[in-house]
């Protein structure tokens, strides 16, 4: 690869500068010229054709249009500020309209001169209008070098320094004219012929400078194959090395702290999956190496009273114990669950979060550091320098992905050796996307329900379903069961959705004068809100009116309905993961998903739908997917990954990623020793990639 020049500081290249080379750097992370060419175009749009005004109707995607603009007028004032323009190209007239960058748009454009137009035209009565179009000068748009315009991420920074997606295409096109030679190959002759891959300069190229559609799927694989395929193999090497390497304590002994619980304390039989999970675990922990398993599990399917027993293991075989949980909330529910539990057993469990302070702090630490503190249950706080083990061998982190790599690492400083370790999740992972979220961690699933629990009724109504709603609500309650009201509360319209729980607290005490109403959200007081939290526990309170807050860490077997208001304004996981708040008892359970709007979008019908169909974790999480995209678990997996994906989709392309799994695999297999000539190209490939980056791949 002519490193001389793509690993050039981006400053020194034509049309950068100091000044655009430190945004470039501060807001995409493009610090040299081997950066910009791997920051790849978002979208492509076809600039070959040119509307007129006369030919805009209503549906039409995004139009180009040719004209000039014949006067600007301001509006509003604050936020309802906005600058219009008029545009007209002979046939008629449209507005243009920006709510954002005002100061801008107004130096850069003027009237009477000719403007070449890209946006989505929507009517309003008689007239178009475009928002925030993308704008260039007609005379610089007849030099497009390509038909096929790509379009790069600018963010509101880059825009202020006067970046555009326009200005990015011509830097990368200044960086290929830099370019003596063609960019040396990162892949061996062998996998690109085996896998029908285009050359890697090509490829780059064509990224940008696609000749027609039909160019760019060819060389979009050859460079998504490639970033899987590092991927990949840097998760396999990982995971063998430490297969290899990672001693782990022996834990041989099954004893009194085990059988005594499971024959005298566990208050429920266990699943037959929790039982083979048991069983995984603990053959795990008499192997000899140090066990990193992620255990999988749905809302309500058992996960802590398995990780509870695998504790007890560790207490037998003369180790202590913790769990580590993201939110005070869900530690202090972890230790009042495993607290009642091991009542009786002799077994002592503290709680230590930042809550823990002074005098119930102390004795806490002093437990831990003499071994009488035999399960710590806690936060981040668990790997404060303070907290001295003195015996820890194995450790729980629950909803791992909350947690930075550099936080987990710590825990392992807690011994001489490292503990085992067992990552808990609620959040189903499709199975194509956990191979790379959890590459190097073996997996277990609890794939059943306890006995006795019956399958969440999932129902869907309207806002003209009111009466029959509160008549289901009232049943319930007359019953003796409780019901959660849970409203969206989404930062952009915070006040808004404030005011409309507090409007559903105020309607749920008048149609409900029998029963106490009770009310919690994130934005109360933490006193407050736990104040709340305890006397719906108690049954103090009967309907609870709640935010999301009650998403994770509450376990109330007697609420058997979960109202959710506005469900279209929730995604799928969340709706799956508020369902699970109910359905933890015996009796049979409801979540109903209210939607007010009238006419709801397709995707929000499919949505909704689902929801109703099923309570399988697994086949929500796979339609979460195929709606949204991989969403909020792309973006976990992307915090955890060795190297950031600038150009691959870790669901999308799945099936390219097994692909480039198999040849990772074959490679390690072929070349333990990375001693072939024909492998060279690769291994040095991996060690540019992974310069600078610090290893913390034998943290699970």
Same mark, same amino acid.
């Given at each position: 690869? =002519?490193?001389?020049?793509?690993?050039?500081?981006?400053?020194?290249?034509?049309?950068?500068?100091?000044?655009?080379?430190?945004?470039?750097?501060?807001?995409?992370?493009?610090?040299?010229?081997?950066?910009?060419?791997?920051?790849?175009?978002?979208?492509?749009?076809?600039?070959?054709?040119?509307?007129?005004?006369?030919?805009?109707?209503?549906?039409?995607?995004?139009?180009?249009?040719?004209?000039?603009?014949?006067?600007?007028?301001?509006?509003?004032?604050?936020?309802?500020?906005?600058?219009?323009?008029?545009?007209?190209?002979?046939?008629?007239?449209?507005?243009?309209?920006?709510?954002?960058?005002?100061?801008?748009?107004?130096?850069?454009?003027?009237?009477?001169?000719p403007y070449l137009i890209l946006g989505k035209p929507q009517r309003f009565g008689r007239r178009f209008s475009i928002v925030h179009p993308e704008m260039e000068k007609a005379e610089e748009a007849d030099n497009h070098p390509t038909p096929l315009q790509p379009f790069y991420t600018v963010t509101d920074g880059m825009k202020r320094s006067g970046i555009t997606s326009r200005t990015v295409q011509k830097l990368v096109r200044n960086a290929?004219?830099?370019?003596?030679?063609?960019?040396?190959?990162?892949? =061996?002759?062998?996998?690109?012929?085996?896998?029908?891959?285009?050359?890697?300069?090509?490829?780059?190229?064509?990224?940008?400078?696609?000749?027609?559609?039909?160019?760019?799927?060819?060389?979009?694989?050859?460079?998504?194959?490639?970033?899987?395929?590092?991927?990949?193999?840097?998760?396999?090497?990982?995971?063998?090395?430490?297969?290899?390497?990672?001693?782990?304590?022996?834990?041989?002994?099954?004893?009194?702290?085990?059988?005594?619980?499971?024959?005298?304390?566990?208050?429920?039989?266990?699943?037959?999956?929790?039982?083979?999970?048991?069983?995984?675990?603990?053959?795990?922990?008499r192997s000899g190496r140090q066990m990193n398993r992620l255990l999988q599990g749905d809302v309500g399917s058992g996960k802590t009273?398995?990780?509870?027993?695998?504790?007890?293991?560790?207490?037998?075989?003369?180790?202590?114990?913790?769990?580590?949980?993201?939110?005070?909330?869900?530690?202090?529910?972890?230790?009042?669950?495993?607290?009642?539990?091991?009542?009786?057993?002799?077994?002592?469990?503290?709680?230590?979060?930042?809550?823990?302070?002074?005098?119930?702090?102390?004795?806490?630490?002093?437990?831990?550091?003499?071994?009488?503190?035999?399960?710590?249950?806690?936060?981040?706080?668990?790997?404060?320098?303070?907290?001295?083990?003195?015996?820890?061998?194995?450790?729980?982190?629950?909803?791992?992905?909350?947690?930075?790599?550099?936080?987990?690492?710590?825990?392992?400083?807690?011994?001489?050796?490292?503990?085992?370790?067992?990552?808990?999740?609620?959040?189903?992972?499709?199975?194509?996307?956990?191979m790379t979220v959890y590459g190097d961690l073996d997996v277990s699933v609890i794939d059943e329900l306890p006995p006795g629990r019956k399958p969440i009724r999932t129902l869907h109504y309207g806002g003209r379903d009111l009466g029959r709603?509160?008549?289901?609500?009232?049943?319930?309650?007359?019953?003796?069961?409780?019901?959660?009201?849970?409203?969206?509360?989404?930062?952009?319209?915070?006040?808004?959705?404030?005011?409309?729980?507090?409007?559903?607290?105020?309607?749920?005490?008048?149609?409900?004068?029998?029963?106490?109403?009770?009310?919690?959200?994130?934005?109360?007081?933490p006193a407050d809100k736990d104040a709340a939290m305890q006397a719906f526990i108690r049954r103090e309170t009967q309907i609870l009116v709640s935010t999301t807050v009650i998403e994770v860490g509450v376990n109330v077997p007697n609420a058997s309905v979960m109202v959710i208001e506005e469900a279209d304004r929730f995604g799928l996981a969340q709706l799956h993961q508020l369902r699970g708040r109910v359905g933890r008892g015996a009796d049979q359970s409801f979540c109903i998903l209210v939607t007010h709007r009238p006419n709801l979008a397709e995707h929000t019908r499919r949505r909704i739908g689902v929801m109703c169909e099923t309570t399988d974790g697994f086949r929500i999480a796979e339609e979460d997917m195929k709606l949204r995209g991989p969403g909020d678990i792309e973006g976990t997996a992307q915090s955890g990954l060795p190297f950031k994906l600038r150009i691959a989709n870790l669901v999308g392309d799945s099936v390219l990623m097994a692909e480039a799994r198999t040849e990772a695999a074959r490679v390690l297999h072929d070349d333990p020793q990375r001693a072939l000539p024909q492998n060279q190209v690769i291994w040095q490939q991996m060690k540019r990639l992974k310069n600078g980056v610090v290893d913390y791949s034998s943290i699970s």
């Open positions: 690869m =002519p490193t001389d020049v793509l690993s050039l500081d981006i400053q020194y290249l034509k049309g950068v500068g100091p000044m655009r080379a430190a945004t470039l750097q501060r807001e995409i992370e493009v610090r040299t010229v081997g950066d910009l060419l791997y920051n790849f175009p978002y979208k492509y749009v076809d600039r070959s054709r040119i509307h007129t005004v006369a030919q805009l109707a209503d549906d039409m995607p995004q139009v180009q249009l040719r004209g000039q603009i014949l006067d600007f007028e301001k509006e509003g004032a604050g936020t309802k500020r906005r600058l219009r323009a008029y545009f007209s190209d002979g046939t008629g007239v449209v507005e243009l309209v920006w709510f954002k960058s005002i100061a801008y748009v107004e130096k850069a454009y003027k009237v009477n001169t290929f004219d830099t370019l003596r030679s063609r960019i040396d190959e990162t892949l =061996p002759l062998y996998i690109i012929t085996e896998h029908g891959l285009a050359p890697l300069h090509d490829a780059l190229f064509t990224a940008h400078f696609p000749e027609n559609s039909m160019a760019l799927p060819e060389a979009r694989r050859r460079l998504k194959f490639e970033e899987l395929f590092y991927l990949q193999l840097d998760i396999l090497s990982n995971a063998a090395r430490r297969r290899q390497e990672a001693a782990g304590f022996v834990f041989t002994h099954v004893g009194d702290a085990f059988n005594g619980f499971y024959r005298y304390h566990l208050p429920f039989a266990l699943t037959g999956a929790q039982k083979r999970v048991i069983r995984e675990v603990r053959q795990d922990m009273v398995v990780a509870l027993m695998c504790c007890l293991l560790a207490i037998d075989n003369g180790f202590q114990a913790c769990l580590m949980a993201p939110t005070e909330i869900l530690a202090e529910q972890h230790h009042a669950t495993l607290a009642r539990m091991l009542d009786g057993t002799g077994i002592r469990v503290e709680l230590l979060t930042g809550s823990v302070k002074g005098a119930r702090r102390r004795p806490v630490l002093q437990g831990v550091r003499d071994g009488s503190v035999q399960i710590l249950v806690g936060t981040h706080a668990l790997i404060e320098p303070t907290v001295e083990f003195q015996n820890l061998g194995f450790v729980v982190i629950d909803e791992q992905h909350r947690f930075g790599v550099k936080q987990r690492a710590k825990l392992w400083a807690k011994n001489t050796q490292p503990p085992h370790i067992l990552v808990m999740t609620a959040t189903p992972i499709p199975r194509t996307l956990a709603l509160y008549d289901g609500m009232r049943a319930e309650l007359q019953q003796g069961r409780q019901v959660y009201v849970v409203y969206p509360l989404i930062e952009e319209s915070a006040k808004s959705d404030l005011l409309a729980l507090s409007t559903g607290y105020n309607r749920l005490c008048d149609a409900f004068p029998d029963f106490r109403v009770g009310m919690v959200h994130g934005k109360m007081k």
